[in-house]
């Protein structure tokens, strides 16, 4: 299973992406940021990488702006 | 045979109740008001090598406890504490839904992370302890089944107390792990070798 992370500029701002993505039925998980990203937000919306677009085009729609980065595995 | 009325009273009593009856009989039958109860009353049967049968009726329970083989020796509580082994458990003590003081909501943001990481270490605690708001986490609609479902299937008891699942009616919503007692609570962090409270 290859993740990625969807990083903000803030607590409130991952947790009102958590809400538009949940809602739009997307499965992602809220975690602390990976220490191999250094952010300002200690927490970050993890998912499928193979969501990558989907979440892409919906917090564009949603105009949020987010950091987005692949996880090794 | 005794016969024990333990309605109304709270945890751990019937528990505490039953046991010191079957020091001097090997027949009791104890009613009880509340469900947590008859799980509490069968954990105990279960240690004390008795049979169990418990009987609805309206609002109690009817628990009958029979012992099937005598118990050779001093029973479990009696017996003297446990060898170095046991101290060296780590207990994690849940006792709020939310993580630290002052917002609820980052609160509950921290102690989703704490589970995240905690699914993550290599050495898990051997038991978690939900205990007041902490039942909350452990029941259908928590923000970490996931992560308890996990915790659990690598080895991690996961115990609610049951006066608390009792407190909040939720009792029929536990979604992970089992009832527990303040009696196997307090016995459990006593018997730590390192309690980690979140």
Do not use: W
């Not at chain 2, 009817?62 to 060898?83: D, F």
């Not at chain 2, 009792?166 to 992970?176: G, H, K, M, Q």
């Amino acid at each position: 299973m290859s993740y990625s992370v969807a990083i903000f500029h803030s607590v409130s701002a991952t947790l009102r992406a958590e809400r538009v993505l949940g809602q739009a039925g997307l499965s992602i998980k809220l975690i602390p940021t990976p220490r191999q990203l250094s952010s300002d937000c200690g927490v970050a919306l993890r998912f499928e990488s193979a969501f990558r677009q989907d979440i892409e085009k919906l917090l564009t729609l949603a105009q949020m702006e987010a950091e987005i980065h692949d996880l090794a595995r | 045979m005794k016969t024990i009325d333990a309605r109304g009273l709270a945890c751990p009593q019937p528990v505490l109740l039953t046991r010191k009856a079957l020091q001097e009989v090997d027949e009791v039958t104890i009613i009880v008001d509340n469900l947590a109860a008859t799980e509490n009353l069968r954990r105990l049967a279960s240690n004390e090598g008795c049979e169990v049968q418990v009987r609805a009726e309206k609002d109690v329970f009817h628990v009958a406890l029979r012992r099937i083989g005598r118990a050779a020796g001093p029973s479990q509580a009696e017996a003297p504490l446990p060898t170095a082994e046991a101290g060296t458990k780590t207990v994690l003590l849940v006792t709020s839904d939310g993580l630290g003081q002052g917002s609820q909501e980052l609160g509950q943001v921290l102690m989703r992370a704490f589970f995240h990481t905690l699914g993550e270490m290599k050495s898990l605690p051997s038991v978690a302890i939900f205990m007041n708001n902490g039942v909350k986490l452990t029941v259908n609609g928590s923000p970490i089944l996931e992560d308890l479902k996990n915790l659990a299937t690598r080895g991690v008891e996961l115990l609610s107390c049951g006066t608390c699942l009792n407190y909040f009616e939720i009792t029929d919503r536990l979604a992970v792990g089992r009832i527990s007692n303040m009696y196997e609570i307090a016995e459990a962090l006593f018997q730590a070798g390192k309690i980690v409270s979140p």
